[in-house]
């Protein structure tokens, strides 16, 4: 069984020659703070991760919100997307269909 292309014999050599360099009582520190550093790692990429799907989400929920004003036929130049969508509400309240809209988000 090889560990990254290591045999048993490789590991084991390079096992004595960390514990001739760094000596058998701080061996176990060392794998300590590597283990400790991989925890942080793998959570920084987490939440990496999670900035960018919320990235993306918004940037989605934006083009939809742009996307139902244009079909309610609402003017969004020079106005931010809150304002934007609290006419699409109101403008969708006005015709009737707010309920219904709500209803089909909740089914989804």
């Known amino acids: 069984m090889s560990f990254f292309g290591i045999g048993p ?4 050599i390079i096992i004595l020659i960390a514990i001739i360099l ?3 009582k701080k061996i176990p520190e060392l794998a300590r703070s590597l ?10 990429s987490r939440e990496i991760e999670t900035e ?11 083009k939809v919100i742009l996307e ?6 609402i003017e969004t130049e020079g106005k931010d997307l809150k304002e934007v969508a609290k ?12 309920d219904e809209a709500l209803k089909k988000i909740e089914k989804a």
């Open 35 to 44: 283990g400790l550093a991989l925890k942080e790692f793998k959570k920084a």
């Open 52 to 62: 960018e799907s919320k990235e993306i989400e918004s940037e989605e929920m934006k």
């Open 68 to 73: 139902v004003a244009k079909k309610l036929e």
């Open 87 to 98: 006419e699409v509400i109101e403008k969708a309240k006005e015709k009737g269909i707010y």
């Open 22 to 24: 760094f000596g058998s």
């Open 9 to 12: 014999t490789e590991l084991l």
